[in-house]
């Protein structure tokens, strides 16, 4: 998922100009990171070590427009939570991204004032072009 943000939203991301939110212990994550050309530019925040703020978090939704497009339908917990049999809520999706990092989508990729979620190959790849400018 790859989002621009508006004029309006310029402010609010701007202390995350070159950030990556990912999980040192996820493969594709590794193998994504690998592919980010000029990765030193860039501020690695590891969610399990050092778990996303409320305001990183309100600020990515900012961008991306919902709690929900930064929410990982795929996390082991989701089923086993019973989560997936569950209507939630755009305060349900932040409160759970916020209690447990495998419910973050990733990885987040900040470039400028743009945020790509997720490890789709559309995506990545649209990451990793951001990336090489």
Known sequence: MMHRTGTADKCSIRTMTMHIYH???????????KEIPKLKRF???????????AKQLDELKKVVGSYEALFSKV?????????NTMTLTEKDFRTYILQEYTFLKRPVIVIGKE??????????K????????
Do not use: H, W
Not at 47 to 53: A, L, R
Not at 115 to 121: D, E, R
Not at 126 to 133: D, R, S, T
């Open 23 to 33: 999980l040192a212990t996820c493969t594709t994550c590794q193998r994504i990171l």
């Open 43 to 53: 501020t690695l925040q590891d969610i399990k070590t050092e778990p996303i703020t």
């Open 75 to 83: 996390a082991l917990k989701y089923r086993s939570m019973g989560l």
């Open 115 to 124: 945020v790509f979620v997720g490890n789709a190959p559309k995506v990545v």
């Open 126 to 133: 649209a990451a990793v072009e951001a990336a090489g400018k």
